[in-house]
């Protein structure tokens, strides 16, 4: 059995894997004609398209280069004439996976607008800023083709990239904003947003932050941060509660600020720069491509920094965040496509090597056998049970804890998607039916990477169903609409094509009594 170190790297690799491939490549319905839009840095020229326009690689902040590489987002500079905004702009610094190729482009700051037909300054839709996911060493915000959402639900969509891996995160004493640069992107583009969004058919006061995965644990972290206070109305969390652990691989979390320093210390080493009189005046001459390679796979936002004051689950567990509705669900499947990714790797799941697989991913004592207790694997092929203990673990218990907090004190509204027929993400044939693993509900709000997924007639009905209760979350606080079965609060909505049904809970179902009591 290989160590937990070696376990953990290869999760945090199936995470660019399961947020997958999604090369961005924008549709081409007939006729596209241009649009220009007059921005408060300058105009910049979209395209126009059947029923909605975009605008793509806008700059919300400068290129975060040279001496402005690990701080915080400095505001962009106005252009003038018309900037280009026809095509996707460079993703952030990342290795190769959701971005195929990977990136090194620094100049990354940048965001796009996909805005319905009849949306302007007179008429302005509810705005829906969207965070990627990718275990924040990953993703682009151009991978999510939003004119679905937008057209569908008449509403302004914007997704961001921010600062992704030791670039966006990396904690170093003495260096403000250490830990969470990427956060502070993230709020940049909100405060753009705020300043901004006018232009394009926007209402600045009506904006709902959401995000999947890491994206959805950005959401959390922007809840309960002091700076980000005024600048979102809702938030929407998919697939990333605010409760999990870091000592668990699997779902995004944080990292205490002494220990991000000492993960930092290691990487300044690793990249060459550990024994230099400056640490950082080294570092930021360092080429992209050498950072990428020094960085660790698991990148996670600090505490104890002024942006990220405390930890996400401690600050909620207190009633102190940011008082706004939230919509907040996981998946039926979460840990299923992790489960198959690692047996695939070479790690069998069988009666005999069940102990030592969840005593390399769950060392806390006398855990492993509990775990091995609730979940025995009877058979050859305990791929299905691996999946299960990942998901109900690390999102679907700490999900509803989440939800139950938030709850006592602003309006929630809870999903899981359910669909067992989803379509599969990654290509090649699993070890077993993945069912609704982690990620699998994007396809429905989203065209990824400008590419629709091959949806049956049904679960086209469940994308719009589903886009309908989001969207009017975004409008008005509240998903219920006379078109789409109804969602009582204090319930979780089962989002499957087959049947939109409100269930008394999930907790059982994902032994959550076990799990709570086992944390």
């Not at 959805?216 to 998919?238: H, K, M, N, T, W």
């Not at 719009?464 to 606080?477: D, E, Q, V």
Request: glycine share 12%.
């Amino acid at each position: 059995m290989t160590t937990h170190r070696v376990l953990t790297a290869l999760v945090c690799a199936l995470t660019a894997v399961l947020t997958t491939a999604w090369s961005p490549a924008p549709p081409t319905p007939s006729h596209p004609t241009a649009t220009v839009v007059r921005t408060h840095h300058g105009l910049v020229r979209g395209v126009h398209r059947d029923g909605y326009r975009t605008f793509e690689g806008i700059p919300y902040a400068a290129a975060p280069v040279g001496p402005l590489r690990w701080a915080p987002p400095a505001p962009a500079a106005a252009w003038s004439g018309t900037r280009d905004a026809t095509r996707p702009a460079s993703a952030c610094p990342q290795p190769a996976g959701e971005v195929p190729a990977g990136s090194t482009g620094e100049d990354c700051l940048h965001l796009n607008v996909t805005t319905p037909d009849g949306a302007g300054p007179a008429h302005p839709r509810p705005v829906v800023v969207w965070l990627h996911g990718g275990g924040f060493t990953t993703g682009a915000g151009s991978s999510y083709d939003a004119h679905r959402m937008a057209v569908r639900g008449d509403v302004v969509v914007v997704t961001v990239n921010y600062r992704l891996g030791a670039l966006g995160f990396l904690a170093h004493a003495g260096l403000p904003g250490s830990g969470t640069f990427g956060l502070a992107d993230q709020q940049a583009a909100l405060r753009w947003v705020r300043a901004g969004i006018g232009a394009f058919g926007g209402d600045a006061h009506h904006v709902t932050l959401a995000g999947e995965s890491a994206g959805g644990y950005s959401v959390c972290a922007q809840l309960v941060s002091p700076a980000a206070a005024g600048l979102f109305d809702r938030a929407i969390i998919e697939s990333g509660p605010c409760t999990g652990r870091p000592e668990r691989p699997f779902a995004p979390s944080s990292v205490p600020l002494p220990a991000a320093r000492a993960a930092g210390a290691r990487f300044a080493a690793k990249a060459g720069c550990g024994s230099a009189h400056d640490v950082l005046t080294c570092l930021r001459h360092v080429q992209v491509a050498r950072l990428l390679a020094a960085q660790s796979a698991d990148q996670q936002p600090a505490t104890g920094t002024p942006l990220l004051p405390r930890d996400p689950a401690a600050a909620i567990a207190d009633g102190r965040f940011h008082r706004v509705p939230v919509l907040i669900g996981h998946t039926h499947d979460e840990g299923n496509g992790w489960a198959a990714g690692i047996i695939q790797a070479g790690h069998p799941v069988t009666p005999r090597t069940w102990p030592d697989v969840v005593a390399s991913f769950f060392p806390e004592p006398g855990g492993a056998r509990a775990i091995v207790r609730e979940y025995p694997v009877h058979r050859t092929d305990g791929g299905p049970v691996f999946g299960a203990v990942i998901g109900d673990a690390n999102f679907a218990c700490p999900t509803a804890r989440t939800g139950g907090l938030l709850a006592a004190r602003v309006p929630v509204w809870r999903y899981e998607f359910a669909d067992e027929h989803a379509p599969p993400l990654t290509p090649g044939t699993p070890p077993f039916p993945l069912g609704a693993p982690h990620a699998s509900e994007l396809p429905y709000l989203f065209d990824l990477g400008g590419r629709p997924r091959a949806l049956t007639a049904a679960q086209h009905r469940l994308a719009n169903t589903m886009i309908g209760y989001w969207t009017r979350f975004a409008r008005g606080a509240d998903p219920n609409g006379p078109s789409s079965p109804h969602w009582p609060r204090h319930t979780v909505l089962s989002l499957a094509p087959d049947h939109v049904v409100a269930l008394g809970t999930t907790q059982l179902h994902h032994h959550c009594a076990f799990w709570n009591g086992l944390g």
